[in-house]
């Protein structure tokens, strides 16, 4: 994997120590600035543990309310909130994206959105707020 400073986007650093466990700590030697590898990503600065992080992905992508994610994995509300605001945000970022090309086979998959989330564009279609 390439290491690129995320402030200047240098690739000459040295390794400045460990965060945590086993989280490799850079410093880069142009602008001075000590990044790792989560630096500037989704993830920096998020305190869950990895096995928690995948079942709390998992219960967004299927759609559970913040009060089962509370429940069921022990995080606050707010937590629980932010990470499905930050998943969601990742995933329409990512969708704007790709451009379907050749046979594509949609299956049908029903989502109820509340009236309140959605509004009315250009071309009259409904789009959903992230």
């Known amino acids: 994997m390439e290491i690129k400073c995320p402030t200047c986007g240098s690739e000459d650093y040295v390794k400045a120590g460990l965060i945590a466990k086993e989280k490799q700590r850079y410093k880069c030697l142009n602008c001075k600035r000590r990044f790792n590898d989560l630096s500037r990503t989704v993830f920096h600065g998020q305190k869950l543990s990895g096995r928690v992080m995948r079942k709390l992905f998992a219960l967004i992508i299927r759609d559970a309310t913040i009060e089962d994610i509370v429940e069921l994995l022990g995080v606050s509300i707010i937590t629980a909130y932010v990470w499905r605001i930050k998943v969601y945000k990742c995933l329409g970022n990512y969708q704007k994206s790709v451009v379907l090309s050749g046979n594509v086979w949609i299956d049908e998959f029903f989502i ?19």
Do not use: C, F, H, T
């Not at 109820?112 to 992230?130: F, Q, S, T, W």
């Open 112 to 130: 109820p959105v509340n009236r309140k989330d959605l509004i009315m564009n250009k071309e009259k279609n409904y789009k959903v707020l992230a």
